[in-house]
């Protein structure tokens, strides 16, 4: 896909994207006060009625994202209707207009938008005409106003701006991130799946050193996507985020001490050959599709490997006595 240019952008797309480019290409922090001012150079506020308004998360690559990201894990939705019914809805939301008449998606601000739909009360909106990659970007730097993102979090919004399009400095600003820093990111994301890592979560308290032990067991082959989700899935339910982590990372050490250097193949359904270091070994269940077989060859096996080793014997050359 080819990258795109802040050349043409206008309105809202152009202050986003032209926020986090400087002449020199060098990259730049996103604040609150930036993401206040570009609210303020906004068009009116609009009060809408929630039921008109779906919510959105962008599709494909996009996705795995806002699944780790989303804002409806940040405080409690009870204190802030109470902080609404209380005081009134502070802070407008971002919305677009969906392809249904009449109809909107939010960008940003699902939390608030619950809370007025419970209150029963129309939400303060700024309506906007925003293309995925540039809604992403608006949500990427509302996310960094409100609170700090993990790394993971960091990791996953970065690959989906380059995903999106962008060029590498549009990331590196958005998430005022040095090359090496986005370097350190990518790396996870290319190597760690995304389904991996949304069943990981966002894992607020582990840093780069133990993303990156992950992503190295990926790469050196010692840790696949299928045994990852094992892994997670028939882990302990009352695991945190951080504490999922650990635990894959823990678990696919061992295997991989126990494994390394061990290749496996399945010529057919129940049948399984390894082949390591010290030995090679046949397995198959007797129970299944292969239930018969494993019988019948049972019976056979004996002669079978006595002949083979035999063909083996006669067609390699012999040491002289």
């Known amino acids: 896909m080819a990258r795109k240019s802040l050349s043409g952008m206008t309105g809202i797309a152009s202050t986003i994207a032209r926020s986090t480019t400087s002449p020199s290409e060098r990259s730049t922090k996103i604040t609150a006060p930036a993401l206040g001012a570009l609210q303020g150079s906004l068009a009116a506020i609009r009060e809408i009625e929630p039921?008109?308004?779906d919510d959105w998360g962008p599709v494909d690559r996009l996705t795995p994202f806002t699944a780790v990201n989303d804002d409806e894990a940040d405080d409690g939705l009870e204190s802030l209707t109470n902080s609404i019914r209380d005081q009134g809805q502070q802070v407008p939301i971002l919305i677009r207009r969906a392809k249904a008449e009449g109809r909107y998606e939010v960008i940003y601000g699902r939390r608030?938008?619950?809370?007025?739909?419970?209150?029963?009360?129309?939400?303060?909106?700024?309506?906007?005409?925003?293309?995925?990659?540039?809604?992403?970007?608006?949500?990427?730097?509302?996310?960094?106003?409100?609170?700090?993102?993990?790394?993971?979090?960091?990791?996953?919004?970065?690959?989906?701006?380059?995903?999106?399009?962008?060029q590498p400095t549009t990331a590196k600003a958005v998430l005022n991130l040095s090359s090496a820093g986005l370097s350190h990111l990518t790396k996870v994301t290319q190597a760690v799946p995304a389904d991996v890592g949304s069943l990981i979560g966002a894992a607020q308290r582990s840093g780069r050193p133990k993303w990156t032990a992950l992503a190295e067991l990926f790469i050196a082959g010692k840790l696949t996507e299928k045994t990852a989700d094992r892994i997670l899935r028939t882990a302990n339910e009352r695991l945190t985020s951080d504490e999922?982590?650990?635990?894959?990372?823990?678990?696919?050490?061992?295997?991989?001490?126990?494994?390394?250097?061990?290749?496996?193949?399945?010529?057919v359904d129940g049948v399984t050959i390894r082949s390591g270091r010290s030995s090679v070994t046949l397995t198959?269940?007797?129970?299944?599709?292969?239930?018969?077989?494993?019988?019948?060859?049972?019976?056979?096996?004996?002669?079978?490997?006595?002949?083979?080793?035999?063909?083996?014997r006669s067609s390699s050359p012999q040491d002289d006595e």
């Open 51 to 53: 039921n008109l308004i």
């Open 284 to 312: 198959v269940k007797r129970s299944g599709a292969t239930a018969e077989f494993a019988s019948w060859l049972d019976t056979r096996l004996q002669d079978f490997i006595k002949q083979s080793y035999a063909e083996f």
């Open 112 to 166: 608030r938008l619950a809370a007025c739909r419970d209150l029963g009360i129309k939400v303060r909106a700024n309506v906007q005409d925003l293309d995925d990659a540039t809604a992403l970007i608006a949500k990427g730097l509302e996310n960094a106003a409100r609170r700090n993102l993990s790394f993971y979090e960091r990791a996953r919004f970065a690959q989906a701006i380059l995903d999106a399009g962008h």
């Open 244 to 267: 999922r982590l650990d635990h894959l990372i823990r678990e696919a050490t061992k295997r991989g001490a126990r494994h390394d250097d061990i290749a496996e193949s399945t010529p």
